[in-house]
């Protein structure tokens, strides 16, 4: 049984976005594997090792868009494709995903597919059940352990608002998993160098035999949060409990309690 793992390439959490017109621009800022997909290639390299197969990943983006897919051949990933088109300009969640599963469903013998809870630039979270729907196959969402894994089935712990919920679900399917799954590997310098080396296959929209989904959600505007005027002032006093009452007079003071 063979796993994939799709990961996006995102601008550097600590990037300055700016909004003109319209446009989000990160300036020159690098972009690096959306952080969320690391635990996704952690989970996926886990389970290629405990059951055997391989782990290809796989991202769609521009042309020169293989950091991410670099990033996961380093951590240990045995093959990366990028998925890449000047027909997927513009594309939305429901192209992306049709792209996404036409992309898996090229690689042998998938048994499961995994994803990050969500991109760190978009922020949809809804890639991978969209995925799974066009592959008519199960999802498992936010998952934080996976119990048991086998040709069979999978069962898995998902973390909700109201706790801990045990699923279970045939194979092949779909598992986003969330921080809790477990740190993810640094890159070993074997690794580095050997994905250095890598040359990844670029599938265009004629390999995959789709042609580009029409989009259908639009973003009409997208603006700059409101500057906020933040003050900081320390607290200081002889001892603890004089500073927890001065802080304790001023929040009232500011009726925040
Ligand atoms: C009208 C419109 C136009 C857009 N135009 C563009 C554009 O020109 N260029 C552009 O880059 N984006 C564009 N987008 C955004 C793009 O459609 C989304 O980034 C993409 O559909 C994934 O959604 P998300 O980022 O919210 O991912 P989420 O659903 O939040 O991601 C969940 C998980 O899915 C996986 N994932 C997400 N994106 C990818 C990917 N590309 N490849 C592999 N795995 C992935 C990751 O594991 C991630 O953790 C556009 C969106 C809209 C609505």
Redesign the pocket.
Request: glycine share 10%; aromatic share 8%; charged share 15%.
């Given at each position: 049984m063979n796993i994939v793992v799709?990961?996006?390439q995102v601008p550097d959490s600590a990037a300055q976005l700016t909004v003109e017109g319209g446009n989000i621009s990160w300036g020159e800022a690098p972009l690096v594997i959306?952080p969320?997909?690391e635990y996704?290639v952690e989970a996926a390299l886990q389970k290629a090792g405990d059951l055997g197969g391989n782990v290809t990943v796989?991202?769609?983006?521009k042309a020169d868009e293989t950091e991410a897919l670099k990033h996961s051949l380093a951590m240990g990933c045995n093959e990366a494709v990028l998925i890449s088109d000047p027909a997927l300009?513009?594309?939305?969640?429901v192209?992306?995903a049709r792209v996404?599963a036409a992309a898996i469903a090229k690689v042998d013998d998938v048994g499961l597919v995994f994803?990050?809870?969500?991109?760190i630039?978009?922020?949809?979270?809804?890639?991978?059940a969209q995925v799974a729907r066009v592959l008519g196959w199960p999802t498992l969402t936010l998952v934080s352990a996976i119990d048991e894994l086998s040709a069979d089935g999978i069962k898995v712990e998902r973390a909700i608002e109201e706790g801990r919920q045990v699923v279970k679900s045939r194979l092949p399917a779909v598992v986003?998993v969330i921080k809790d799954y477990g740190e993810p590997r640094y890159p070993s310098f074997m690794g580095i160098r050997k994905a250095a080396r890598a040359t990844i296959p670029v599938w265009a929209l004629g390999e995959l035999g789709i042609e580009a989904p029409a989009?259908v959600?639009?973003?009409p505007e997208v603006m700059a949060p409101q500057q906020r005027e933040i003050a900081t002032e320390l607290i200081t006093g002889g001892s603890p409990a004089e500073i927890a009452a001065t802080l304790a007079d001023k929040i009232m003071a500011e009726k925040v309690l």
């Open positions: 799709c990961v996006k959306n969320w997909d996704a796989i991202s769609m983006g300009a513009g594309s939305d969640n192209a992306a996404l994803f990050g809870k969500q991109a630039d978009s922020d949809t979270g809804t890639l991978p986003s989009p959600v639009a973003w």
